[in-house]
């Protein structure tokens, strides 16, 4: 049976690469008949596919504001070598690349905008009882209009505990949203200075309380997803609800070079395009 997706570019470094690295192998990806461009998501090698696709279904299911909605789910018969869900493609660097494109930790105003928008898709989710699970830097992508959270469910469908996670998943605690928090705290503490365990003096002063409440060791103490939001994106004046990651999103809230570097991303992919229509 032929896949109906082939593999066009690597979303992510190498493995081997230094600095965070995702729970998954990302790809951009062309459906055969070259109508359908997707970020073609697959488990690591060796991983178990059934997991892996549990919790893509679990996904597909799921409405939240600043995620890539899971489109489609390969099917139960696949097997490990052939296991994906995919997720409409746009333009997208994972945070750590993005760090690597800027050349340093990213200004305070973009990684307010991070926060806020993955804030904003923690509360929604824990409102419906739901752990994400999977919140790290490289499950973050940066797009011209506003970062995306990917890799849901990645600590429940991955033996790993990484050496960042919530200190109750390293002494084999089930995740919980505590520990969604906890991988924010992480993932602002990374975009901020390039560390996912900076000294405190290392931290922004504007964010400093924010991401040290996040990394609090006891669960209990860390802030909810909803007051971190508040803290990040107040409502303006004239609001009667909490604020939206969208408030923040004033021009120039991604640096140059990032934007740039989404410019090559979506350059390169449109000259394949024509090179693959001039070729047929």
Same mark, same amino acid.
């Given at each position: 049976?032929?896949?109906? =997706? ?17 729970? =998954? +192998? +990302?790809? /951009? %990806? ?9 970020? *073609? ?43 994906? =869900? ?10 750590? /690349? ?17 926060? @806020? #928008?993955?804030?904003?898709?923690? @509360?929604? *989710? ?27 469910? @990645? ?34 503490? =990374? #975009? ?20 040290? %409440? ?5 669960? %209990? ?10 803290? *990040? ?14 408030? *923040? ?11 740039? %570097? ?19």
């Amino acid at each position: 049976m032929e896949r109906p =997706y082939r593999l066009v570019t690597r979303l992510d470094p190498p493995l081997s690469a230094a600095g965070p690295r995702p729970p =998954y +192998r +990302r790809f /951009v %990806a062309r459906s055969q008949d070259g109508d359908r461009t997707v970020l *073609l998501t697959a488990p690591l090698p060796g991983a178990e596919p059934g997991p892996f696709r549990g919790e893509a279904e679990a996904a597909q299911r799921l409405a939240v504001p600043w995620t890539l909605p899971v489109t489609e789910v390969s099917g139960a018969s696949a097997g490990a070598d052939d296991t994906w =869900y995919t997720s409409p493609y746009v333009p997208a660097l994972p945070l750590p /690349v993005a760090l690597a494109v800027h050349g340093a930790p990213l200004p305070e105003e973009t990684v307010r905008v991070i926060g @806020a #928008a993955l804030a904003e898709t923690l @509360a929604a *989710l824990h409102a419906q009882g739901v752990t994400h699970a999977g919140v790290t830097p490289a499950a973050v992508l940066l797009t011209a209009d506003g970062p995306r959270l990917t890799c849901f469910g @990645a600590a429940r469908t991955t033996d790993q505990v990484e050496r960042d996670a919530a200190p109750e998943r390293a002494t084999g605690g089930l995740p919980r949203p505590p520990g969604d928090v906890h991988g924010l705290g992480t993932v602002l503490a =990374y #975009a901020a200075t390039g560390h996912t365990v900076p000294e405190r003096e290392e931290l922004p002063p504007g964010l400093r309380p924010t991401i040290t %409440a996040c990394l609090t060791r006891e669960p %209990a103490h860390r802030p909810a997803a909803a007051a971190l939001l508040t803290a *990040l994106a107040p409502p303006t004046p004239h609001a009667t609800v909490l604020g939206s990651a969208s408030s *923040l999103l004033t021009p120039g809230w991604l640096p140059a070079r990032v934007v740039a %570097a989404l410019a090559r991303q979506s350059a390169a992919l449109l000259s394949a395009d024509s090179t693959e229509h001039h070729g047929n």
